[in-house]
């Protein structure tokens, strides 16, 4: 008979041992690796999702206004009469003809007066004007009354005292302040005087403007146009060590008229624009521009600042945006 003998089981080795946790170092540190860096790729992913759509809501709000450069409600000859009271010391005021709405700014040249914060000294900016909001019809104008006044198409025509509006006919623009408006009526007056903000210094509504009690003569007639007159500016600017993008336009407060300006996109450190002027092929910078009533077209840079925690690329953080003007 034979007999067979088994050796005892004697278990691991310690070289066995750490082979066996070295492999399992390496696996874990391999899961981790991965886990890292899909972490990283999602974070990057994300914060240039939300980058991407942050700029378009910017992009589509500048597109807006700056579409609308220029525009009256009439087909006229360009000339505007401008009777708020000392009109070329606020930007906002000062409608320039030959800029025909619209007026940009190279970093070096940025005004300080645009809104508040003010703007950053190394950053473009832009002005615009046009009239906006629902326009009525004019059906008479009572221009030498008492009260210099206006009887439009409808009573609801939503304006008040205070606001600064635009009146045109085929012949040219004005831009006054209402003094006084009745729904009822449907009528809206434009005295000069009184203690409203600007104010009117005529009730003259003529071209060329005339700056007294009467000013120069003119009656709007039928189916002349009533908008509201917007201007805007766009601009970076730093609040608290953070910059961002700026809008500035005139509110009614009161029976006054005052610049505000809303923060639209935090994170922008840069606004650079570049305009295309029916005359030319080339894409100019603000300072080139050879006439401002032929441009047709702004290209609108934005330069984004990266999220914490996120490292991106100089062309990642930068969103381009052509933006053509619809009234040229």
């Given amino acids: 008979m034979i007999i067979k003998t088994y050796a005892k089981q004697a278990g691991l080795t310690l070289v066995e041992l750490m082979i066996a946790l070295t492999l399992g170092l390496v696996l874990i540190g391999g899961v981790t690796g991965v886990f890292i860096a899909n972490q990283t790729t999602y974070r990057i992913n994300e914060a240039l999702s939300s980058m991407q759509e942050n700029a378009r809501i910017a992009f589509q709000l500048m597109a807006r206004d700056i579409r609308s450069a220029g525009f009256s409600g009439c ?3 360009g000339s505007v ?56 019809s004019i059906h008479d104008h009572q221009p030498n009354a008492a009260s210099a006044t206006l009887f439009v198409n409808r009573a609801n025509h939503g304006l008040a005292p205070g606001d600064i509006v635009m009146a045109c006919d085929d012949d040219h623009t004005a831009i006054f302040q209402v003094t006084n408006a009745n729904v009822a009526n449907q009528t809206v007056v434009h005295n000069a005087g009184g203690s409203q903000s600007p104010g009117n210094c005529s ?25 509201r007159f917007e ?22 407060t009161g029976n006054d008229t005052v610049l505000a300006t809303d923060e639209i ?10 305009y295309l002027e029916s005359t030319n092929t080339a894409l100019r910078a603000a300072d080139a521009v050879a006439s401002w009533a032929d441009v047709v077209a702004v290209e609108v840079q934005l330069q984004m600042t990266a999220p914490a925690n996120v490292q991106l690329a100089a062309d990642a953080l930068t969103f381009t945006y ?3 003007l619809r009234n040229r």
């Fill in 203 to 227: 009730k003259g509504l003529g071209f060329p403007t005339v700056c007294t009690a009467n000013g120069t003569p003119h009656r709007f007639g039928n189916n002349a146009m009533l908008t």
């Fill in 231 to 252: 201007a805007v500016s766009w601009y970076v600017g730093a609040a608290n060590g953070v910059r961002s993008l700026y809008r500035g336009t005139p509110r009614r």
């Fill in 322 to 324: 052509m933006i053509n």
């Fill in 81 to 136: 009469a401008n009777v708020l009271n000392n009109a070329n010391t606020q930007w906002w005021t000062n409608w320039q003809a030959n800029q025909a709405g619209i007026l940009g700014y190279t970093p070096a040249t940025v005004p300080a007066g645009l809104g508040n914060p003010a703007p950053v000294n190394d950053s473009a900016a832009l002005q615009l004007m046009f009239g906006g909001g629902n326009s009525v």
């Fill in 75 to 77: 087909t006229n000859n």
């Fill in 265 to 274: 996109l935090r994170g922008v450190q840069q606004l650079n624009l570049r």
